[in-house]
């Protein structure tokens, strides 16, 4: 499985203010995904970052808010734009394995908005 | 809508116990099932894969698939306060690039 860093690893910021966060894997991936887990809940897909092209995005979620880039296959970022204390969350980025389409995590970023 | 069902417990066992948890998908062509662990705090760790019915064992853990009942458990023999976390059951139902997350089972095992 590929090995995936995240950074920060936490964040404190004050609403309406932005964070990046950035991801790397140690291997070249052709798809990245972005979830958010909210305290006690499950996972949520935000958004799948191919390279070349731009992100594809869930249902409830916009590139305004979120915008991600995707600038080679082993590297993405996730914004998260004008926050509000309903996004504090872990956001995880992913990656899919290539036989049966696990899903490998990083270590998340853990984000409060205050 | 896909959906994968999990009790969420918690789960309390024992010490030295076996430990079953369940989950239920409603997508009767899923092809892949995979059971995660995640820790207070840490990211989803994949600890067992499943792609056909029976049983299929890793050290301490057993995976059960039953298509047929569309039910997937995982069975955790002699538990150890170390195992104490959330599990994630995830269903990869094809047609789809992505699994569906239950919402995890806390387990807690007490010395």
């Known amino acids: 499985s590929a090995v995936i860093s995240q950074k920060p690893s936490r964040d404190i910021c004050q609403r309406g203010t932005s964070l990046t966060i950035q991801c790397q894997v140690d291997?070249?991936?052709?798809?990245m995904f972005w979830y958010r887990q909210q305290p006690g809940q499950s996972l949520t897909l935000i958004a799948t970052a191919n390279q070349g092209s731009e992100a594809t995005y869930e249902s409830g979620f916009v590139i305004d808010k979120f915008p991600i880039s995707r600038p080679n296959l082993t590297f993405s970022t996730l914004t998260v734009s004008n926050m509000s204390p309903e996004d504090s969350s872990i956001y995880l980025c992913?990656?899919?394995?290539?036989?049966?389409?696990?899903?490998?995590f990083g270590p998340g970023t853990r984000l409060t908005v205050t | 809508q896909k959906e994968v069902e999990q009790n969420s417990g918690p789960l309390s066992v024992p010490e030295g116990a076996i430990a079953s948890l369940n989950c239920t998908y409603s997508?009767?062509?899923?092809?892949?099932f995979f059971w995660y662990r995640q820790y207070s705090g840490k990211s989803p760790e994949l600890i067992m894969s499943?792609?056909?019915?029976g049983d299929k064992e890793d050290g301490r853990f057993t995976a059960q698939l039953n298509k047929a009942s569309q039910y997937v458990s995982l069975l955790i023999r002699d538990s150890q306060p170390s195992d104490s976390a959330t599990y994630l059951c995830?269903?990869?139902?094809?047609?789809?690039?992505?699994?569906?997350f239950g919402r995890g089972t806390s387990l807690i095992v007490h010395p």
């Open positions: 291997s070249q991936v052709t798809m």
């Open positions: 499943i792609y056909s019915n």
């Open positions: 992913s990656v899919r394995g290539t036989d049966h389409y696990e899903q490998y």
């Open positions: 997508d009767r062509v899923s092809q892949s």
């Open positions: 995830a269903v990869w139902p094809g047609g789809s690039y992505i699994p569906t």
